[in-house]
């Protein structure tokens, strides 16, 4: 079947489902997939590993996007996206209505899920290895010698370069090669 006539097919599923909904308080997105299914325009991961098709590891998720929203808005979606699908005009303009829904949908998601995971304003922001003293830089700023010149620090006030002592140097070190590793971990590379 092509795809014009698999979504011609799924349309008049669609549409013969809303028409001779029994309970107008019924899920219709649940019913929809279900009379899909049941025509055998849709299968879950299942019913293709048990008839020898795809495995559930290679199926292919056409809206990862949609997991990522909570209960309530899915099931908006899920009508809205139903909604479309169930308009009385061309396949063409019913997919229009249908890519719409999901790209309203797919931001809203996808801002939904940013926001739950964000760092809160609590949150400290991590240092990069930029923002650190250099290790062998002056004792009380950490700026390196040849750019030292005079230097204000709120505890040493106006100041020379003064060599920093050997357990700066290591505590510096050790935290610089902390971060490289943080950024690498975060980065996905090896340090």
Not at 60 to 85: H, K, Q
């Amino acid at each position: 079947m092509s795809g014009e006539a698999r979504v011609r097919a799924a349309r008049n599923v669609i549409v013969s489902t809303w028409e001779r909904r029994l309970d107008p308080m019924a899920d219709l997105a649940t019913e929809a997939a279900q009379a899909l299914e049941d025509a055998g325009l849709l299968r879950s991961p299942q019913a293709a590993e048990s008839d020898g098709g795809q495995k559930p590891e290679q199926y292919v998720v056409a809206l990862p996007w949609a997991r990522l929203m909570d209960s309530e808005d899915l099931g908006e979606f899920l009508d809205e996206l139903a909604a479309a699908a169930i308009t009385n005009t061309s396949p063409e303009e019913a997919l229009a209505e249908v890519e719409a829904a999901c790209g309203t949908w797919r931001v809203i998601a996808e801002a939904q899920h940013a926001h739950n995971t964000a760092p809160g304003p609590e949150a400290a922001p991590s240092p990069s290895a930029d923002d650190l003293p250099e290790p062998y830089g002056c004792r009380y700023c950490g700026i390196p010698e040849a750019a030292h010149l005079q230097q204000w620090s709120a505890n040493e006030g106006w100041h020379g370069f003064r060599e920093p002592t050997e357990k700066q140097v290591v505590k510096r070190m050790l935290r610089r090669r902390g971060v490289h590793e943080a950024e690498a971990k975060a980065g996905g590379t090896s340090v």
